[in-house]
């Protein structure tokens, strides 16, 4: 069983920047994809971005891409989204994600193994 734990939420002015942690524990992920999601309210839960488990291949949603970067330290099984030039559309629970497997990909719900039980990020306009 693996647990995540996310941190690093809160509330920001537009424009501003906040970096998500997620820590994971109960299985070593070095081999896993791991993900970013997000739910606005009254909306589904949206891919945000992915990393590969060497770091060396992410990919962004449209909406975020020059935003948003994804990254992650294998040694403290940890990921992190470091969130710039925010926006009041950016406001959702974010949740952090494996895959279901080792080297599974991650581009919607339906590929994820794990979730972490999510952090608020609330953006002020």
């Known amino acids: 069983q693996v647990q995540l734990v996310e941190s690093g939420g809160g509330l920001v002015q537009a424009g501003g920047s906040l970096r998500l942690s997620c820590a994971a524990s109960?299985?070593?992920?070095?081999?896993?994809?791991m993900g970013w999601f997000r739910q606005a309210p009254g909306k589904s839960r949206e891919f945000v971005a992915r990393?590969?488990?060497?770091?060396?291949?992410?990919y962004y949603v449209d909406s975020v891409k020059g935003r948003f970067t994804i990254s992650r330290d294998n040694a403290k099984n940890t990921v992190y989204l470091q969130m710039n030039s925010l926006k009041p559309e950016d406001t959702a629970v974010y949740y952090c994600?494996?895959?279901?497997?080792?080297?599974?990909?991650?581009?919607?719900?339906?590929?994820?193994?794990?979730w972490g039980q999510g952090t608020q990020v609330t953006v002020s306009s």
């Open positions: 990393i590969t488990w060497s770091g060396g291949n992410t």
């Open positions: 109960g299985r070593t992920l070095s081999t896993y994809v």
């Open positions: 994600a494996t895959g279901r497997g080792s080297f599974a990909e991650i581009r919607n719900p339906m590929d994820v193994g794990f």
